[in-house]
C-alpha cells in the first residue's frame, strides 16, 4: 500500500511541475499575441515618423518571457539607431 502512496506523490509532483511548465508557456504565448495585435500600429507610426525624416524605419523585436517584456530596436538602411 505505501508503494502504491509514494507512486501517487511523485506523480502528483510531476503533474504539479507539468502544470507550472505549461502556465509559463500560456503566458509567453499570450505575451507574443499581444504583440502582433500592437505590431501593426507600431509600424504604421514608424512609417509615419520615417516620412517626417526621410528614412525607412523598421524594427526588430526581442521578447524575453523571464520578466514579460519586449525590446524594441529602430532599424534604418544603414543601420540601427541608437
Known amino acids: ?14 503533474l504539479a511541475d507539468r502544470t507550472k511548465e505549461v502556465e509559463v508557456m500560456q503566458s509567453e504565448l499570450k505575451m507574443v499575441k499581444e504583440f502582433r495585435r500592437k505590431r501593426g500600429q507600431m509600424q504604421k507610426e514608424l512609417d509615419e515618423v520615417g516620412i517626417r525624416f526621410g528614412v525607412s524605419l523598421y524594427f526588430c ?7 514579460k517584456t519586449y525590446k524594441i530596436i529602430l532599424v534604418t538602411k544603414s543601420g540601427h539607431i541608437p
Open 1 to 14: 500500500m505505501e508503494d502504491f502512496s509514494t507512486q501517487i506523490n511523485e506523480l502528483e509532483e510531476r
Open 61 to 67: 523585436v526581442f521578447i524575453s518571457p523571464c520578466v
